[in-house]
Structures are given as C-alpha cells and as structure tokens.
C-alpha cells in the first residue's frame, strides 16, 4: 500500500540555524500539507501546497518558513533560522483530489532545537 | 470553522463495542464529518467520513444524527491496537480553499483499551 515517507525520523540542530525536513508524498496526490505538533499539544496545521503555490498558510507559517516541490517527488519544509519553540513533530500530507477526501500522514519527523 | 466538542478520555474492553461522541451544534450544510485517529507516537490516521448517511467502511462505522449537530464513531470489537487519541473535525468543502481545506484538530477523545 502506498504511504507517504518523511526524512529524517529524528532532526537535531542548534538554534538559529537553517533545517529542511524532507516529504514524499504518495505519487498521484496533488495536495500536499505540513502540519507540527508540539509535545503534548494539538496537531497544527501550518501551510498547504497545490499546483506549485500555496494555498493557505496559518499564522505559524511566517517568514521563517518555506515550502517547495523541488521535483516531481519530494516536497520539503525549511525553516531559515529555527528557534527554541520550534522543536515538535512535523507532519507531512498528501490526498489525491477534493476537500472531503482523506489526507494521509506520514510518520513525521521530531525536530529538536537545542 | 465550525467547533466540535468531545470528551476528553473513555475506556473500553476489549472485544467490546465503543462508541465515541461528537456534538457539532453549530455545523453548516456543506460541513464534512471526519474522523481521523493517532496512534501514540504516529502520524493522525485517516478513520471514515461522512456527510448525511450513516457510513460503514472495514475500521468502523459512523452514525450521523438527523439533525447532524452530533455523530458517533463507532468500533465495534475494540482491540489493543484500537487505543488511540480520536479526533472529529468539520471540513467545509465550499471553504475560500475549496479543495484545499486543512484539517483542524481538536483535542480530541483519548481512548484506553484494557483486557
């Protein structure tokens, strides 16, 4: 069965500098999201993707954050200068078409900042 | 978005049938209901969705209120496996995003299955 993959399980870095989590998501998808999830708290969705733009980002998406589909099968999420508070498990979605269809998860990748 | 509420933890048996709650008093015509769950320490998993009807598929079932200000998952044999934080969320298919709608979580049921 088809999954989506992300790289690296597990990002360690210090803060102020720059990090990338990589995404692939399921290959006929065309939606494709980042949510983050703080120890303990609620899935936050920050920004999706579709037809190589954005179309929509929360109020945690700032200028620090980017997100690109390098190629046909990555979509990545960098963050330029990354703080404390950005250390949570980040989450990649992918769904193929339509609002009232599922999203699938990957695993996530745990980002600490130190 | 319209809001969902639901009750912060339940417990189950084993092998016994669950039924978890959501009231959404305030969901629109165009609203989708979704359920989605996390396994601990995994990525929120797709469970079942639904508009009016109610809705069976081979996970669990989801049982619309006629009013559809509530609906109910349900699991009918629990296991193990199923013990998981359980999420209802209201997507709007007609959002400014359109096709692109986010999820928004809530809280969620936390559910513990014991033997």
């Known amino acids: 069965e088809p999954e989506v993959t992300q790289t690296p399980s597990h990002q360690v870095t210090q803060m102020g500098q720059e990090v990338i989590l990589r995404c692939v998501p399921i290959?006929?998808?065309?939606?494709f999201y980042w949510y983050r999830q703080i120890l303990g708290q609620k899935v936050e969705f920050l920004v999706s993707?579709?037809?190589?733009?954005?179309?929509?980002k929360s109020e945690i998406f700032d200028d620090q954050f980017s997100v690109e589909r390098p190629d046909g099968s990555n979509f990545t999420l960098k963050i330029r200068s990354t703080k404390l508070e950005d250390s949570a498990m980040y989450f990649c979605?992918?769904?193929?078409?339509?609002?009232?269809?599922?999203?699938?998860f990957g695993p996530g990748t745990r980002l600490t900042v130190l | 978005d319209a809001k969902t509420t639901q009750p912060n933890s339940m417990e189950s048996n084993e092998e016994e049938p669950v039924h978890l709650p959501c009231n959404h008093s305030?969901?629109?015509?165009?609203?989708?209901i979704h359920w989605y769950r996390q396994l601990p320490s995994q990525g929120p998993e797709y469970v079942i969705h639904?508009?009016?009807s109610n809705v069976n598929n081979r996970m669990a079932s989801l049982a619309i209120a006629e009013d559809r200000k509530s609906s109910t998952l349900i699991l009918h044999r629990a296991t193990l496996r199923d013990a998981a934080v359980y999420y209802c969320?209201?997507?709007?298919?007609?959002?400014?995003?359109?096709?692109?709608?986010?999820?928004?979580f809530g809280t969620g049921t936390r559910l513990q299955v014991t033997l």
């Open positions: 305030t969901i629109s015509g165009t609203d989708y």
């Open positions: 979605a992918s769904m193929r078409v339509r609002a009232y269809n599922e999203q699938f």
């Open positions: 290959s006929n998808h065309l939606y």
């Open positions: 993707f579709y037809n190589n733009e954005i179309s929509e």
């Open positions: 639904g508009l009016t």
């Open positions: 969320i209201l997507r709007d298919v007609i959002s400014p995003t359109g096709t692109a709608s986010k999820l928004t």
